[in-house]
Each structure stands twice: as structure tokens, then as C-alpha cells.
């Protein structure tokens, strides 16, 4: 994995903008510019495309460091930092919800309100624990074989 797909799966993950790692990068006092920051994000076979350096990618986690839980004078709370950077970014219009964090549902068909569920798979039931409780007098399907491993016992 390069440093830029990196920097891009933790530019995505943590929702932030380029005007926002700018000014981390500025917490470590590493000054760049958005254009030469976009240089990053492009695809590989663009003409402007730039490999991340190890000395960018260092600092910015450096710099992510600072940003997320603060110093020891100011300490934050990352989870909040986290929250504030979901909270900027906006909805798209007609949405109420960003579709990117919607839970999506266990079984698709029964999520579709157009048509009724398949019934090409079959209900099965999962017997629970409460069914079997121990010592109920079930069959034994296999019995209990002490292996030695290969030692021979001598009497």
C-alpha cells in the first residue's frame, strides 16, 4: 500500500476537507498548499498526480495527533473533534440523512417495499440453547475419544 492510498483511506475516514488538512499540517508547522494537497488525490495515471512523500504522510499524522486529542496544556476529546467534522458536512439536498452512514439492512429483499420477500431460501429455524439445556438426555452422535498423540501407554 503507497502513502497515498493512505492518506486517501484516512482522508475519507475521517471526513475531512482539504482547507482542514491544511491546517493540520500546520499544527506541526509543514506549510502546503491545497493544489500541490490535490496533487495527492489524483488518480495515478493523471499528468498531475504526486507520489505522497514519507515526509508529508509523517506529519500529517503527527499533525493528526495535535489535531485529535489536543496537547498536554489543551487536551480535547476525540470523539468530539470526530463528531464536529461529521456535523460540517452537508446533506445533500431533498436528503434528510447522508446515505453514506445509513445502516444498511441484513436482508436486502425484506428492505425492498416494492415486492414481498423471496422465497427462494428457506426459513430456517436456529434451535436456541434454552432448547437443549445440558444433560437432557440426548443421543450422543459421537463418542468421547482420548487421543495420546502418537505416545504409546505402557501398563
Do not use: W
Amino acid at each position: 500500500m503507497t502513502n497515498n492510498d493512505i492518506f486517501k483511506k484516512l482522508r475519507v475516514a475521517l471526513m475531512l476537507r482539504d482547507d482542514q488538512i491544511v491546517e493540520i499540517l500546520e499544527l506541526v508547522d509543514f506549510r502546503i498548499s491545497k493544489t500541490e494537497l490535490s496533487a495527492f488525490f489524483r488518480a495515478e495515471n493523471h499528468e498531475n498526480y504526486v507520489e505522497c512523500g514519507d515526509q508529508v504522510l509523517r506529519n500529517f499524522l503527527n499533525g493528526l495527533v495535535i489535531h485529535l486529542r489536543g496537547t498536554k496544556e489543551n487536551p480535547k476529546n476525540p470523539t468530539a473533534v470526530l463528531a464536529k467534522h461529521k456535523a460540517e458536512i452537508p446533506a445533500k439536498e431533498g436528503q434528510k440523512e447522508r446515505p453514506e452512514f445509513k445502516a444498511k439492512p441484513k436482508d436486502e429483499d425484506k428492505a425492498r417495499g416494492d415486492q414481498s420477500p423471496s422465497k427462494s431460501k428457506p426459513a430456517t429455524k436456529r434451535t436456541s440453547k434454552k432448547e437443549f439445556p445440558k444433560g437432557n438426555n440426548k443421543t450422543q452422535v459421537v463418542e468421547k475419544v482420548k487421543f495420546n498423540f502418537g505416545k504409546n501407554k505402557k501398563s
